[in-house]
């Protein structure tokens, strides 16, 4: 296994690490952490799936960050989310480490770093780079506002999926719901709430579980909707437990790791909802239309029909979850 950047940059002495707290932030579960003293780590993530995984592995995980010597900032896909983390490393460290890949917009972060700091130590290795610099105030104007009402109406915030418009796959689905849905819903990866106005609209519908993996996006999710129906969960809808025994779900499941397109995620995702639902319980789902979800469909569900779509997306029905 090829060294990491950061561990590269420790292990050459191209980085000195003050003494103190080192706060990683957002790293995926598996982000190398070797050249670190493990009592000294600690992992500041919203993201569910990598929460559990940090905290299994036993280090302490928080959603804010506090006062640290070291913040490692490790670059999100999301270019504003990517800035407003430079700005709170910047608010509680000494020191403010960045790296990323370059899939993930880090030379483009480190221009922008670089147009206020000038020269900057660097180093690039495997498609990304890592570069670091002491905490200043230069960057006060990268920090993130709370979350607001965008055009359509809704709170979102960055690092949000789709947090700048209605994401068209779930507006499709929403128009393509029933008048009538059953008693007891959820919505798997809800994100910021979207669907849940269509569906409490709907007749029949006395109760709504919203399962999001993204704390950012649940937050907002709290702000958009009221319905005293609702309950919230932050968890990973592809293990989430809960009571299970739903009547229905809707869900429009993610199909990126990264950059890059991956349709087991979705697969997952039915997996779970035919996991979660009764014996008579029903799915509606939006995808891609150039996912390959139906054999995956018609393994978990009795019946499955398409009902809609259009030339960018596919919408089906599915019930009789297979036990």
């Not at 999301?78 to 890949?101: E, F, I, N």
């Not at 007891?184 to 999001?212: F, N």
């Not at 939006?286 to 596919?314: Q, W």
Request: hydrophobic content about 45%; overall charge neutral.
């Amino acid at each position: 296994m090829s060294q990491s950047r950061l561990s590269t940059a420790i292990e050459d002495g191209l980085l000195v690490l003050p003494a103190g707290k080192i706060a990683l932030m957002r790293p995926s579960d598996t982000y190398d952490v070797a050249a670190l003293p493990r009592d000294t780590v600690q992992i500041v993530h919203g993201f569910y799936p990598d929460v559990a995984a940090w905290q299994s592995a036993g280090y302490p995980v928080t959603q804010d960050l506090g006062v640290v010597s070291v913040a490692v900032v490790v670059v999100p896909r999301a270019k504003a989310l990517a800035r407003a983390m430079v700005a709170d490393a910047c608010a509680h460290a000494d020191l403010v480490v960045v790296d990323g890949q370059k899939t993930d917009g880090v030379d483009s972060l480190f221009k922008a770093c670089r147009a206020k700091l000038d020269t900057l130590p660097s180093i690039t290795k495997g498609h990304g780079r890592i570069f670091w610099f002491a905490a200043t105030d230069a960057f006060a104007d990268w920090a993130a506002p709370p979350p607001a009402k965008g055009p359509h109406g809704f709170f979102t915030t960055a690092g949000v999926f789709s947090d700048g418009a209605i994401d068209a796959g779930s507006a499709l689905l929403a128009e393509a719901l029933p008048a009538k849905l059953p008693a007891r819903m959820a919505d798997l990866g809800a994100g910021w709430g979207y669907l849940a106005a269509p569906v409490l609209a709907r007749d029949g519908v006395k109760s709504l579980d919203l399962i999001e993996a993204e704390a950012l996006s649940l937050a907002c999710a709290k702000l958009n909707v009221t319905d005293p129906r609702v309950i919230f969960h932050w968890a990973d809808a592809t293990r989430f437990e809960g009571a299970g025994g739903y009547d229905g779900i809707v869900m429009n499941p993610p199909f990126h790791a990264g950059r890059a397109s991956d349709p087991s995620l979705g697969r997952t995702f039915i997996q779970a909802a035919a996991r979660l639902l009764a014996p008579h319980g029903k799915l509606w789902m939006v995808a891609n239309r150039h996912l390959p979800y139906e054999s995956t469909l018609t393994e978990c569900f009795r019946n499955v029909d398409m009902i809609g779509g259009n030339g960018a997306f596919k919408i089906f029905h599915a019930n009789r979850p297979m036990r």
